[in-house]
Nanobody
Framework: QVQLVESGGGLVQPGGSLRLSCTTS????????LGWYRQAPGKQRELVAV???????TYADSVKGRFTISRDNAKATVYLQMNSLKPGDTAVYYC?????????WGLGTEVTVSS
């Protein structure tokens, strides 16, 4: 059974930082691309960042220079370090793993940026 479990969300003030973690289990291996998506209230889910098995990284323009994605294949975990957070970053953040047409989602962790 495949599971992706996110953690690290919470309430933070503008300009603050959070580190999200997503631990995978089951058949998720190092051949899967791992990524983070987010969905704000009333908006569609959007890509935040993704890292391929080969280490190629893509960021959404809105988070470039502020967020950093990394993966630890030995721990089957992907991280998202979020710095200089803005109210516009408020959303539920979802972990994703995919390999071609096969993909899996976590249940999400909520991030709220507010003073």
């Amino acid at each position: 059974q495949v599971q992706l479990v996110e953690s690290g969300g919470g309430l933070v003030q503008p300009g603050g930082s959070l580190r999200l973690s997503c631990t995978t289990s089951g058949s998720i291996t190092s051949i899967y691309a791992l990524g983070w998506y987010r969905q704000a209230p009333g908006k569609q889910r959007e890509l935040v960042a993704v890292v391929t098995p080969g280490g190629r990284i893509t960021y959404a323009d809105s988070v470039k220079g502020r967020f950093t994605i990394s993966r630890d294949n030995a721990k089957a975990t992907v991280y998202l370090q979020m710095n200089s957070l803005k109210p516009g970053d408020t959303a539920v953040y979802y972990c994703n793993a995919h390999n071609g047409p096969v993909g899996y989602w976590g249940l999400g962790t909520e991030v709220t940026v507010s003073s």
